[in-house]
């Protein structure tokens, strides 16, 4: 027998309740290894062992090239490299499907607190989550990123700025989609709704995961108009294959950073 349709359609965000209220009750164990007696917190050696980028902000590194093609981005980084057999990827599970905010905004903690000694968050002036759709939104109850970049907040002191940019288009997962698919997939999803809050400051925009790029391109191509708009990028996790180099300029969706980009966006990152 088919659900009622009003069951179908709260039938995923019952669960995310349901679980997150069992999680707060007898779930004791630490969300990457599953080992009891943590209280559902990440246990001193998950912490230890979580595969850290250690890019650190760093001006002009593998992940920053991955978003040369837009002048307006200053600095790019995230916290951890991430593959699903990586118990990272738990964490990221929790936060994003089963309701455990309060591990986004641990997470957006602590990566906050690992640029404070770099020049990173120098001349920023709000941070921004990467928006969800309303639809989205509705169903899984909040905003992922908005909680990482809580976190953030909290380890930088500097205001979340969460009205300025909407997501438009509510378009299916990306998972299963190889890069032009994802591309295509994420075109014009974005629309600015004050330009005013964005304009002549630098953000840095919060995201979950960075995998090709995609949708923060998307949103970076959007941004274009707003003038004198710079924007930095910071997720918790990166998950592309780039920092291998198995994937080719073409999949990361740049002609050739070095020999097509125009000279004054290339410029600073060359090095002797
Ligand atoms: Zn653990």
């Known amino acids: 027998m088919p659900l009622p349709s009003f069951l179908h359609r709260w039938w995923p965000s019952l669960l995310t309740a349901l679980r997150a209220a069992l999680s707060v009750l007898i779930d004791e164990r630490c969300p990457m290894c599953g080992r009891s007696e943590f209280k559902g917190e990440i246990c001193p050696s998950c912490w230890f062992n979580i595969p850290y980028t250690h890019l650190r902000g760093a001006s002009g590194n593998m992940l ?43 997470m957006g903690e602590a990566m906050g607190r690992e ?43 500097l205001p979340l700025l969460t009205t300025a940019i909407a997501r438009v288009v509510d378009n299916p997962s990306q998972t299963t989609l190889d890069p032009s698919q994802r591309r295509d997939n994420v075109r014009d999803i974005f629309a600015v709704v004050d330009a005013d809050a964005l304009a002549g400051r630098h953000i840095v925009v919060i995201d979950d995961v960075i995998t090709v790029g995609a949708t923060l391109l998307s949103l970076l191509q959007t941004l274009r108009p707003v003038p004198h708009l710079r924007v930095s990028l910071l997720a918790l996790c990166a998950a592309g294959r780039y920092h291998v180099g198995r994937l080719s300029p073409d999949d990361l969706h740049l002609s050739d950073a070095t020999a097509d980009a125009q000279n004054h966006v290339v410029r600073k990152y060359h090095k002797p």
């Open 64 to 106: 920053e090239r991955l978003f040369w093609s837009e002048p307006m981005v200053q600095r790019v980084s995230a916290y951890a490299w991430y593959k699903p057999e990586y118990a990272i990827s738990k964490v990221v599970h929790e936060f994003k499907y089963y309701g455990r905010k309060d591990l986004a905004q641990l």
């Open 115 to 157: 640029l404070l000694d770099s020049d990173f968050f120098e001349g920023v002036n709000a941070l921004v989550p990467v928006p969800l759709s309303a639809q989205r939104l509705r169903k899984r109850g909040y905003n992922q990123s908005e909680h990482l970049a809580k976190g953030v907040a909290q380890a930088t002191g």
